[in-house]
């Protein structure tokens, strides 16, 4: 009976030792997949901030180019005196203007 006693101590104690690599395990696990889900999160918030970024420039440069045109056909109709190459400054970017004949 002592025997059978000393080997479920044994048994009991060989479990324990496992259960503890089996939390360590889990745990690596659940902090790894935190770590790439975080990660990626933070590419696509970076990737979002561009893409912004882009949307105003794109947004700057297309009414600078509308605000060339119309001060060069400003010009025109009103017999006002211009060049056929203008730079005019607008908002925080310069517009190249070119008028030519067809």
Do not use: H
Not at 82 to 92: D, K, L, M, Q, R
């Amino acid at each position: 009976m002592n025997n059978k006693l000393k080997s479920s101590f044994r048994a009991n104690r060989m479990n324990k030792k496992n259960g503890g690599f089996a939390v360590i395990l889990a745990a690596t696990i659940v902090i790894s997949i935190s770590l790439i889900i975080i990660s990626s999160l933070g590419m696509l918030a970076i990737n979002e901030n561009k893409i912004a970024k882009n949307a105003v420039k794109s947004a700057q440069a297309y009414y600078a180019a509308e605000s060339g045109i119309q001060d060069t056909l400003y010009r025109i109709i009103k017999n006002k005196n211009y060049e056929a190459s203008n730079s005019i400054s607008v908002g925080s970017g310069n517009v190249e203007i070119s008028v030519t004949e067809d």
